[in-house]
């Protein structure tokens, strides 16, 4: 009981609440910072493919 209810219940709970903690500091509203972001990570994958393709 003590890993079902102390575990798998409140541990998630607990770990749904410091991700929406975190994602909370990530969000600004305004738009441009949400387009730079995909762009980044746009970037970020076709270097890794492009990377992964030469090697």
């Excluded at 798998?8 to 305004?30: E, K």
Aim: charged share 5%.
């Amino acid at each position: 009981m003590t890993f079902i209810d102390g575990l798998m219940v409140n541990g998630s709970a607990g770990l749904i609440g410091w991700f929406a903690g975190v994602v909370r500091l990530i969000q600004s509203g305004f738009i441009y910072h949400y387009a730079f972001s995909m762009i980044i990570g746009v970037f970020v994958l076709l270097t890794f493919f492009g990377m992964a393709l030469l090697h």
